[in-house]
């Protein structure tokens, strides 16, 4: 963006150079610290950038792959020329490689939320940069929050998921040499290409003459998610006929990472051609593929990770000889991408064109009239025995614990044994299956930016997608056995009435159904520099449309499961806006704020969707309410930014699916949360000192305090094709009434966390770090059926317990915070050039200590009522005992990268 802000009087000037060779550089950003003002160097490394300010600023200059060179500058109303300023070849780039590995980790299982460290790759912030590198490996959130308040654009077009309102990573993963031109707007802040999201928004340009031309070659070993990496990039760089494009191949692979059993297997390419037709008009045709299989890994409780340790995984077992994960994720969903860019004095232009067709996949083993396969079922455990209501049999237990750790994982041949029963007639009482989506999603983008003025800028745009899903279960290997009856095991009825009963491998069972959704969203936002006072004020109109046609009649909901449902449209909008005041060129202070309504996710509008049509009853529009205030400091030496903040989500829409002796009785329930309230404040700490030119410290904190904000109104929802003396009732659902939430913790990672730094980059390209971190004030997700009125209820009389008075419920749902720890993290680097070709060599080494932490987890709601709970939980080690996720143990990255 060749963009000026303010009345031009005078100018800074000045020649951008490589410092190995004095070659000029082409497109550096020249910025003046907390300013808009940014020009960008001509083809001779050339900069003239206008102004009519006055005082002490600092001048940045900065270039991809290049260390950011900060100039402290006395702006008096004369030109100044700034004579060669050289840039030094950035010896820890690829430390983003690094944080590329640690999001891979975010793929544990279905109860994990995603974390948010992709986002915050390109942001140069310190205390974004901890959260990314440091953090990040505990599953810090920034604020708490979860990563759809983040939005990530390819070419300015929106990716974020319609269903769960989340970036999927996995759909550029393998392809970080055309993914580094990145631009982020941290929180709030006025972007470029969106409205966004309130945690902040990442643009990734693809287009090839916005990277390095040239060849680059890198490979990688890593004990974290993969084992080993290839890469490969070739770059033509701009020729003079105006034509440049882009070709990217990598390969990852791992037998299994750190968990024990998760499998790793990943193949990427993509190409992309860019023609520049003029300087005015120019074009892009993108196109990419990813393919991404790995094993899953399973929360556990304290119980099996005593017996166990943290690498401890259930889902995987060795058939013949070699390990099979009964848990695989397999996504690979390609696109191809079309951009127009009009660039002119005044008036950008951009159109994207987006056809994304593709497929995910969850493995799953199925049991039906069997035993459970997971060799941590309850039932299993010494705990069962223990925790007996007819008492402990210490005998039991002990056999139950020399059982477990003798043969702890997945028994492959005793599940082939079992569909190999001549008894059953060739009929499975194993499947593994597979739960698929097959999304075809249509993506139209539109957006532009005017230059009202030398001092308004005036941004606006317009999106809109459609969304085809296809949703069903798929045979995907009957282990031995002949067919599967498509037969709901608990009511004994069938999943489609109007199919074939007998299911054989690659048929669909269990459910089928479709998602159509639509979105439609414009906004536009204006921005003013008026020297010491900035501001920008935005708002969207978003308009979201979603509908189920049913594919399967469903015995168990014969009227409301096949066909289509009515159309659900949500039409809502959004306000933000933002004020900065400049105290001097090197201090200022900013104040931002929005109030947003949004569409219910499509994964929280169906009650359950597998079975039936059947809506989300008193479904609400959400809100979110946030509000930050943030000082900047900007000295030579002294760079940093304080944060407070206040974020409140109103209205949210939650279901959750769970086995429950509840006391108003027992079954299988989709549990419904509406009015749901979040509540997240706190302050955020970035320091950054640069005590020489080798030697360099950092300081970051984060106090937050998440919690839940409302007493949400629950309701258990159950099929009725059971007796009826075996129902909760005969209507199919129960009003709870309110859970007593307000006040809880929320399990969004630690709440508190604290880094100091150090680093050392040496002037013969060689650098070190090291960065202590301590992070605490961790909750796990807590159960909310136990904290409705029904808990106290005595299911077999439907009274209170006795002796559940409001002291004994309090202790017994007291909520713990996990443990707090430290981690250490070692990284370094070092580079060489010669004859043109650059070799770098990068390593980190996290969680140096081998230290054991959890990253999260959640309550289990099997024990609904009281009696039962306090009853599990009187030996000290419950059979339904929260379930955690493990944070890894000492891991290391090593990547070696060759550009020529």
């Not at 944080?99 to 975010?106: F, N, P, S, V």
């Not at 129902?727 to 659902?733: D, E, H, R, W």
Request: glycine fraction near 8%; charge should be negative.
């Amino acid at each position: 963006m060749n963009t000026v802000f303010g009345q031009t009087s005078y100018s800074v000037s000045g020649t951008v150079l490589t410092s190995y060779n004095n070659v000029a550089i082409e497109g550096a950003s020249i910025r003046i610290e907390g300013k808009s003002i940014e020009v960008r160097t001509n083809v001779d490394g050339q900069f003239a950038l206008e102004t009519d300010l006055m005082g002490d600023y600092i001048l940045r200059i900065t270039f991809q792959d290049y260390e950011s060179k900060r100039i402290p500058i006395v702006l008096d109303g004369k030109s100044l020329n700034l004579g060669s300023i050289l840039l030094k070849r950035d010896i820890s780039v690829e430390q983003q490689d690094n944080l590329i590995t640690l999001t891979d980790a975010e793929l544990l299982d279905d109860e994990s939320t995603s974390n948010t460290l992709g986002l915050l790759q390109a942001t140069r912030d310190v205390f974004l940069s901890r959260a990314a590198f440091d953090f990040g490996q505990a599953f810090f959130r920034v604020r708490g929050y979860d990563a759809q308040e983040g939005e990530v654009l390819l070419n300015g077009v929106p990716m974020n998921k319609l269903f769960d309102g989340r970036p999927q990573w996995n759909n550029w993963g393998g392809l970080n040499d055309i993914t580094r031109n990145q631009e982020y707007s941290n929180g709030l802040d006025a972007s470029d290409y969106t409205f966004g999201g309130i945690l902040g928004n990442t643009n990734i340009d693809l287009r090839p003459s916005g990277l390095r031309p040239g060849t680059r070659i890198s490979t990688s070993a890593s004990n974290r998610t993969y084992a080993g990496r290839l890469m490969a990039t070739y770059n033509s760089g701009m020729k003079e006929n105006g034509f440049a494009y882009v070709l990217s191949g990598s390969r990852r692979w791992a037998k299994e990472g750190f968990i024990d059993g998760t499998l790793y297997d990943a193949y990427s390419l993509s190409g992309q051609l860019e023609y520049e037709l003029d300087d005015n008009h120019s074009f892009l045709l993108s196109g990419i593929f990813t393919s991404n299989r790995r094993g899953r890994s399973s929360a556990i409780t304290e119980e099996v990770f005593s017996l166990m340790g943290n690498k401890y995984n259930p889902y995987w077992g060795l058939q013949d000889g070699k390990i099979r994960n009964s848990r695989e994720r397999f996504i690979s969903e390609p696109m191809v991408l079309f951009n127009y860019f009009y660039n002119a004095d005044k008036l950008d232009l951009s159109l994207g064109l987006v056809y994304q067709n593709g497929t995910h996949k969850r493995s799953r083993l199925g049991y039906y009239n069997a035993p459970n396969p997971d060799p941590t079922y309850y039932r299993y455990l010494p705990s069962f025995y223990v925790n007996s209501p007819i008492g402990a049999n210490f005998i039991s237990a002990e056999m139950a614990k020399n059982s477990f750790l003798k043969d702890p994982q997945l028994d492959w041949q005793n599940v082939y044994s079992a569909n190999a029963n001549s008894s059953l007639g060739g009929e499975a009482v194993y499947v593994l299956y597979d739960d698929v989506v097959s999304d075809a999603q249509f993506t139209a983008n539109l957006n532009g930016n005017f230059q009202w003025d030398p001092n308004i800028k005036v941004d606006f745009g317009i999106m809109n997608r459609y969304l085809k899903s296809k949703n069903f279960a798929e045979v995907d290997d009957l282990l031995g056995a002949e067919f599967h009856r498509d037969i709901d095991p608990f009511s004994n009825t069938r999943n489609d009435i109007d199919s074939n009963l007998e299911k054989r491998e690659g048929d669909f069972f269990g459910y089928n159904y479709e998602f159509q959704a639509n979105e439609l969203r414009a906004y536009s936002q204006i921005s003013a520099d008026l020297n010491k006072w900035k501001f920008f004020l935005a708002g969207q109109f978003n308009r979201k449309a979603y509908q189920r046609t049913g594919k399967f009649q469903n015995e168990r909901f014969l009227e409301n499961s096949l066909g289509a449902s009515r159309n659900i449209t949500f039409s809502n909008f959004g306000v933000k806006g933002g004020l900065t005041h400049a105290i001097t060129g090197r201090h200022w202070v900013t104040m931002q704020g929005a109030f947003i309504k949004r569409a219910p996710l499509l994964q929280n509008v169906f009650v359950n969707p597998r079975e039936s049509n059947a809506l989300v009853p008193n479904m609400r529009t959400e809100t979110v309410s946030t509000l930050d205030i943030n000082y900047f400091l900007r000295l030579p030496n002294l760079t940093g930014r304080i944060t407070g903040y206040y974020t409140r989500f109103q209205n949210i829409t939650d279901i959750n699916f769970f086995f429950v002796d509840s006391g108003v009785g027992s079954d299988f329930v989709q549990e419904v949360l509406t009015g749901l309230d979040k509540l997240h404040l706190g302050t955020e700490l970035g320091l950054e000192y640069q005590v020489s030119s080798t030697v360099k410290l950092s300081l970051v904190s984060s106090i937050g305090k998440y919690v839940y904000a409302s007493d949400p109104l629950v309701t258990i929802n159950f099929d009725t094709a059971s007796a009826e003396e075996e129902l909760i009732n005969v209507q199919g659902f129960q009003d709870l009434g309110p859970a007593k939430l307000k006040g809880y913790k929320l399990g969004q990672g630690p709440q508190q966390a604290f880094a100091f730094g150090m680093e050392y980059r040496d002037p013969k390209y060689w650098w070190v770090g090291v960065t202590a971190n301590y992070l605490a004030n961790n909750y796990a997700n807590i159960s909310t059926i136990t904290r409705t009125d029904s808990f106290v209820l005595n299911p077999e009389t439907g009274q209170r317990f006795p002796d559940a008075t409001e002291e004994n419920v309090d202790a017994l749902l007291e909520q713990k915070s996990l443990d707090n720890f430290y981690l250490l993290n070692l990284v370094g680097g070092k580079s060489w050039l010669k004859n043109g070709k650059y070799l770098g060599v990068f390593a980190s080494l996290n969680n140096l200590f081998d230290t054991t932490f959890r990253t999260g987890g959640y309550e289990q709601s099997r024990n609904g009522n009281f009696g039962q709970l306090r009853q599990d939980n009187l030996s000290g080690t419950p059979s339904f005992a929260p379930k955690y996720w493990y944070g890894y143990g000492r891991t290391f990255f090593l990547n070696i990268a060759l550009s020529f």
